[in-house]
């Protein structure tokens, strides 16, 4: 089956073929950053961390860029408010913002460039849009004309009757019942902008939002590139200015599939900060949560369906996950010769292929998921009938990495390497009648977290901390 995604310009899901076969090129609206990304956010960016490596599984190169919007209304804001600069403002956000994503396993991408830095990019943009008679000053701004770019509202499909001549919105944000306006491209500097500004052409000012993912785009991944995404609040106004700015200026289409995906709801309304019914990732953490099942929650539900965040579907996870790892617990334990059984092959083989064509159906991850819990009932049975000799070991091992390339959360329990060699080293110890060593070994897993609990084939090692926890287990 070829892959597709549902383009929110046609309306349906269609075939995907990227403008350089093999190769995708990605982009991601990233965090505003005035102030912590929330669990709603993560939603969005763990929807892209599932669509940037399922290309990777499916075999495409990807090169994915990330913004990092530190200068529109709200970071000006903060810094006002706070009696501090920007840079005081954004530089501990971004911080905080990388170690979520490690901590939730979404995979770095190829580019985070900063507004900040691409200012001279966004100015040129500008220019010719002014030189094509699309954009204009009015009062201390530069506007963007709608009613000169037909396309305008393709994208997210508003009726231009609604379109208001030569009325004009400045704000960042702004919604669809302020309807069709001209937007602000750049903003000459006001008493509120304190010490932020660059000089421009236009005098001293600072860029508006939608501008920044233009500018950023275009500069690292061409004037045509493959895939835009975002949350679904991102369509209007945001995406349609960026098309309206981005194809007025080169004449030339700018994205070809734009993919987005639906809220994380908090009974039954959308999380964000302005609502204030949110969570950041620590707040989870510290209520007790795994990073793993966090990671699970929010991947497991289709992009476009609202997931509902709710202690509930916590919990569900943690179990879904616990028998995710009774393959690969069965899996590493197998010890012996022999051959592969033609009927673990077979089932092996079965749902690969599921799992493969769920992913390419637009992410179903319904599907996927359904394959993998059918390998783990068929793979469960037969390493109870007869358990898994090293051969079958390596056989399951080998499709759960590879399903792993997608998911990122079957081999999240991998236990530390360091931790591997402690327990090994007792092991040993204990072997060689060193009790007082392998006792203070013991003490040291104790003190970090891991407890461990001998076996006849090997050791079973829990722990927790903080960010994680799980279960392993390492073999004699
Ligand atoms: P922001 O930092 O507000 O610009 O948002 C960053 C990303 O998170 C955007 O792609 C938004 O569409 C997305 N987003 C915001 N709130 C939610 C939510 N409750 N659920 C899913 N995505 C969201
Ligand atoms: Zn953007």
């Given amino acids: 089956m070829p892959l597709q995604f549902y383009d929110t310009r046609r309306r349906k899901k269609v075939a995907f073929e990227p403008l350089e ?7 991601t609206c990233g965090p505003t950053v005035y102030n912590d990304a929330h669990i709603g956010n993560f939603r969005t960016y763990m929807f892209e961390d599932l669509l940037r490596r399922t290309l990777k599984y499916l075999g495409y190169e990807v090169t994915q860029v990330m913004n990092i919007t530190d200068i529109d209304d709200k970071t000006i804001r903060a810094a006002k408010t706070g009696g501090i600069s920007l840079e005081q403002v954004t530089a501990p956000i971004v911080e905080r913002f990388f170690n979520d994503l490690d901590t939730l396993k979404i995979e770095r991408v190829e580019v985070y460039p900063h507004a900040t830095k691409h200012i001279s990019e966004m100015i040129d943009i500008i220019k010719t849009l002014i030189e094509k008679g699309i954009a204009y000053p009015a009062e201390n701004n530069i ?34 019942k302020e309807s069709f306006r001209d937007f602000a491209l750049w903003k000459g500097w006001t008493e509120d902008d304190g010490e932020v500004g660059w000089d421009s052409p236009w ?42 700015q ?43 949560y795994s990073a793993r099942a966090i990671r699970y929650v929010l991947i497991g539900t ?18 879904s996950l616990e028998r995710l790892d009774t393959l690969r617990l069965a899996a590493e334990k197998s010890l012996g010769d022999g051959s592969v059984r033609p009927e673990l092959t077979e089932q092996i083989g079965k749902w690969s292929v599921s799992f493969k064509e769920g992913l390419e159906n637009d992410l179903n991850i319904s ?110």
């Fill in 367 to 476: 599907a996927a998921l359904a394959a993998l819990f059918e390998l783990v009932s068929a793979g469960n049975r037969l390493a109870t009938a007869v358990a898994f000799n090293l051969a079958e070991g390596e056989a399951v091992l080998a499709v759960w990495r590879q399903f792993d390339k997608a998911l990122g959360f079957l081999f999240w329990d991998d236990l530390p390497t360091e931790i591997i060699e402690l327990v090994r080293e007792r092991t040993r110890a204990k072997e060689g009648r060193d009790f007082s060593r392998a006792d203070a070994i013991r003490a040291e897993l104790a003190a970090n977290g891991y407890q461990i609990k001998d076996g006849k084939l090997g050791v079973d090692v829990t722990w927790s901390t903080g960010a994680s926890s799980g279960s392993g287990w390492v073999g004699k």
């Fill in 246 to 288: 981005s194809c007025a200026a080169t004449g030339k289409e700018f994205v070809r599939y734009w993919l987005h995906s639906a809220h994380l709801q908090v009974e039954g309304e959308k999380m964000s900060k302005s609502l204030g019914n949110f969570f950041t990732l620590r707040e989870l953490i510290d209520k007790g």
């Fill in 302 to 319: 289709h992009y476009k369906m609202g997931v509902n965040f709710s202690n509930e579907s916590f919990g569900a996870a943690q179990a």
């Fill in 21 to 27: 076969p093999g190769k995708v090129k990605l982009y």
């Fill in 203 to 244: 005098g001293r000012g600072r860029p508006g939002w939608h501008i920044e993912c233009s500018a950023m785009s275009m500069k690292y991944l061409g004037e045509t590139f493959d895939i835009h995404t975002g949350g679904v609040d991102n369509i209007f106004p945001h995406h349609e200015n960026e098309i309206a």
């Fill in 143 to 176: 506007y963007f004309s709608i009613e000169k770019f037909a396309e305008y509202g393709k994208l997210s499909g508003m009726n231009l009757e609604k379109l208001e001549r030569g009325v004009r919105i400045d704000a960042d944000e702004y919604e669809e």
